[in-house]
């Protein structure tokens, strides 16, 4: 009963996702996780010295348990800003995850940009566009918050011993080990 005690604050932890008390983890479903980074899009930038604007649309999340990776499709928009064409097209990457503890967030890391296809772009610019996008979206995407533990619930980790260990994605989910505060 102990055990089931220590581990029921947690409950309060993930309102989306499930509680391992026994392993002192908690996971953030498949749902949770592309819920969380569609309200992060779009994100658009301006490149090519202000040429072109480049947005990220309608992320969907897969998971890669097999690689301990997340998985992303999404839409993307490029606008010439000077003739105002707009060429649509896709984006499938990558990418790992990491915990920053002073702003409470689990950040992509090492994204890598696999597939560019933009199909409405004239055949002779294809090429350039599949080859600038990709390190365009990579250096736009790394660091983006897909978290936020609200600072109650660290707070309660706290309380009770515990901080975030290691991520580790799994089939159920992204699973947020933690571990004794004090311990090694």
């Not at 040429?51 to 990776?69: A, H, I, Q, S, Y």
């Amino acid at each position: 009963m102990a055990g089931w005690l220590a581990g029921a604050p947690l409950l309060a932890l993930v309102p989306h996702g499930t509680v391992h008390a026994a392993g002192r983890s908690i996971t953030l479903g498949l749902a949770q996780l592309d819920e969380e980074l569609r309200q992060r899009f779009p994100l658009t930038r301006q490149v090519s010295g202000g040429l072109f604007e480049l947005t990220l649309l309608r992320p969907r999340v897969r998971l890669l348990p097999e690689r301990d990776r997340l998985g992303t499709q999404l839409d993307l928009a490029l606008t010439e800003l000077l003739m105002g064409t707009r060429h649509a097209g896709q984006m499938d990457l990558d990418y790992g995850l990491r915990f920053d503890a002073p702003s409470r967030t689990i950040r992509l890391r090492d994204v890598r940009v696999h597939q560019v296809d933009f199909p409405t772009v004239p055949p002779p610019f294809q090429a350039d566009f599949a080859r600038h996008a990709p390190p365009l979206a990579e250096q736009l995407l790394e660091g983006l918050a897909l978290h936020q533990i609200p600072r109650e619930q660290l707070m309660l980790l706290d309380g009770l011993g515990f901080k975030v260990a290691a991520l580790r994605v799994v089939p159920q989910g992204l699973r947020v080990e933690l571990k004794p505060a004090l311990g090694p």
